[in-house]
């Protein structure tokens, strides 16, 4: 939070670019695109194989929460592409409030798995399965169960990573967000020397 020479006083610490190989300018487009696409088939993804795990208030919440995420990326490859500070602004608040939210959804998640009636629910829908597909179980319940909690360690194994990885696109994002601000504060400061406005 140092002071710069025009004055302006950063928020967020300088932090490389999401795309090391593009412009600061192209690294967050790139990477903004690149999460629109991929929030789009989560979404399509969960209505199309959906197995009524969830109940439906909880679902609703989840489309919400990313399509409000989807309209502030939008709204910020906008404001960056028409250098409009106003439309990147957003990002910040929108982008940190859907952080926290899946932070708490891993958390719970992670207590949820971690119980044994939750374990027992999920064994008896598995050998259900096996009658209704007629088929035959060949491993034994501590072997399932065995299976089940392993399937859920590499779940939160990769929600972790997912999340480390949106924690660094935040801040890599409000960092460039933090630059143009920088910038146009330093335009305006010219400006002002230049019209003897001091």
């Known amino acids: 939070m140092a002071d710069t020479k025009s ?43 959906n197995i009524g795990m969830m109940d439906t208030t909880s679902i609703i919440i989840d489309y919400t929460v ?28 929108v982008f940190l409030l859907d952080l926290v939210y899946e932070i708490y959804g891993i958390i719970t998640y992670f207590i949820k798995v971690n119980s044994d009636e939750f374990i027992q629910e999920t064994l008896k829908i598995m050998k259900d399965s096996y009658k209704t597909m007629n088929m035959e179980n060949q491993l034994s319940e501590e072997m399932l169960i065995n299976n089940i909690k392993r399937s859920f360690r590499v779940a939160m194994i990769e929600y972790i990573i997912i999340s480390i990885i949106m924690i660094f696109y935040y801040l890599s994002t409000c960092s460039y967000i933090e ?9 305006k400061d010219i400006r002002n020397l230049e019209n003897n406005e001091y």
């Open 66 to 93: 990313i399509v409000c995420v989807i309209i502030s990326l939008i709204v910020l490859v906008i404001g960056v592409k028409k250098s409009k500070l106003s439309f990147m602004k957003q990002f910040r608040i």
């Open 179 to 187: 630059d143009v601000k920088e910038k146009q504060f330093e335009e």
């Open 7 to 49: 004055g302006y006083k950063r928020r967020f610490p300088r932090i490389g670019r999401c795309c090391c190989c593009f412009s600061p300018e192209m690294s967050v487009t790139v990477s903004s695109i690149i999460l629109i696409v991929l929030l789009i088939l989560c979404i399509i993804y969960s209505i199309s194989f």
